[in-house]
Nanobody, 124 residues
Framework: QVQLVESGGGLVQAGGSLRLSCAAS????????MGWFRQAPGKEREFVAVISWRSDSTVYADSVKGRFTISRDNTKNMVYLQMNSLKPEDTAVYCCAAASRGYLPTAATRYDYWGQGTQVTVSS
């Protein structure tokens, strides 16, 4: 079992930056691929980024590529999402998730555990 708790969300002006954190509990954290997803009001949940369990590979959604960076520290059971050059369309609830299947899964259905999310609001 893995429990996930996100933090770091908030209100930021367009062009600004935020760093989201995801704290994970569980002895097997290092064996999971870790992803970030987001959901804006009235929209479907959207894949943002994923990092492999070994931290040697990442995948990003086209909408955030070059602006967001996912990283993890397996010694601290932490996953991060550094978000730069934020845009109003990045406004959403951001959730981290853990996947035991697949090396770099991008589909939400591949993930086993989810956090409750943290709100990110980008003003224009």
């Amino acid at each position: 079992q893995v429990q996930l708790v996100e933090s770091g969300g908030g209100l930021v002006q367009a062009g600004g930056s935020l760093r989201l954190s995801c704290a994970a509990s569980g002895r097997t954290f290092s064996s999971y691929a870790m992803g970030w997803f987001r959901q804006a009001p009235g929209k479907e949940r959207e894949f943002v980024a994923v990092i492999s369990w070994r931290s040697d590979s990442t995948v990003y959604a086209d909408s955030v590529k070059g602006r967001f960076t996912i990283s993890r520290d397996n010694t601290k059971n932490m996953v991060y999402l550094q978000m730069n050059s934020l845009k109003p369309e990045d406004t959403a609830v951001y959730c981290c998730a853990a996947a035991s299947r697949g090396y770099l899964p991008t589909a939400a259905t591949r993930y086993d555990y989810w956090g409750q999310g943290t709100q990110v609001t980008v003003s224009s």
